[in-house]
């Protein structure tokens, strides 16, 4: 099994453009999350799927941001415009049950300058 | 909104001495859970317990519950400079929001040699 599997793992981008994250979860797991992490802010919740379907975005910190899961194997996100304070590390997630806890990938580091 | 404050933030202690990190809440969890996370890598789960006053072992490292389900702790006996890294507890609210874990702000642990 490889993982939850992240790209890229380092993003560099100019304020404005568009920058899309992807990821790969675990085949079989039915929830997939996105988080960010800050040093200052920690570990925050975007938005989570359950089955392809979206459940709960009301982590997405504004209409800048949007996430898809076309099929359980893939997912994106989207932000566009990108500024400044979107630096951060953008964490992809999937589980089979929460119980059963979280499998995370390795992260995309995101710098907008 | 469930929040999980966790202390100490910043532990910084000799090889072979012990430790206890605290994860507190005013909420209830259904589970919660405990991780580990090293430079340049996402979080990586070490256990979950569900019932409250549950009581988990893994090698030096003891887990426990809260009888409420609103606490947990993490207590590490003899510590080694591999047990370096940044630890984090979650919780997972249940109900409506099964699946969704909060993440407590973490405790970054340093053990010298």
């Known amino acids: 099994d490889a993982g939850v599997i992240q790209s890229p793992r380092h993003e560099v981008t100019e304020m404005g453009q568009e920058v899309t994250l992807r990821c790969k979860p675990i085949?079989?797991?039915?929830?997939l999350f996105w988080y960010r992490q800050t040093m200052m802010r920690g570990l925050e919740l975007l938005i989570y799927?359950?089955?392809?379907?979206?459940?709960?975005d009301s982590g997405m910190p504004e209409d800048r941001f949007s996430a898809k899961m076309p099929n359980a194997s893939f997912s994106t996100l989207k932000i566009q415009p990108s500024e400044p304070r979107d630096s951060a590390v953008y964490f992809c997630?999937?589980?089979?049950?929460?119980?059963?806890?979280?499998?995370f990938g390795s992260g995309t580091r995101l710098t907008v300058v | 909104t469930q929040l999980l404050e966790q202390s100490p933030q910043f532990l910084s202690i000799q090889e072979g001495e012990n430790l206890t990190v605290y994860c507190n809440s005013s909420?209830?969890?259904?589970?919660l859970q405990w991780y580990r996370q090293e430079p340049g890598e996402g979080p990586v789960l070490l256990v979950t317990?569900?019932?409250?006053?549950e009581v988990k072992k893994l090698k030096r490292l003891t887990f426990q519950f809260g009888d409420a389900r609103k606490d947990s702790s993490l207590h590490i006996t003899a510590a080694q400079p591999g047990d370096t890294g940044l630890y984090l507890c979650?919780?997972?609210?249940?109900?409506?929001?099964?699946?969704?874990?909060?993440f407590g702000q973490g405790t970054i642990l340093t053990v010298h040699p």
């Open positions: 997630a999937s589980s089979l049950m929460a119980e059963r806890g979280y499998t």
């Open positions: 085949s079989g797991h039915d929830y």
């Open positions: 799927f359950n089955n392809n379907v979206p459940i709960d």
């Open positions: 909420s209830v969890f259904s589970s």
């Open positions: 317990v569900v019932t409250g006053g």
């Open positions: 979650a919780g997972d609210g249940g109900g409506t929001s099964y699946g969704k874990l909060t």
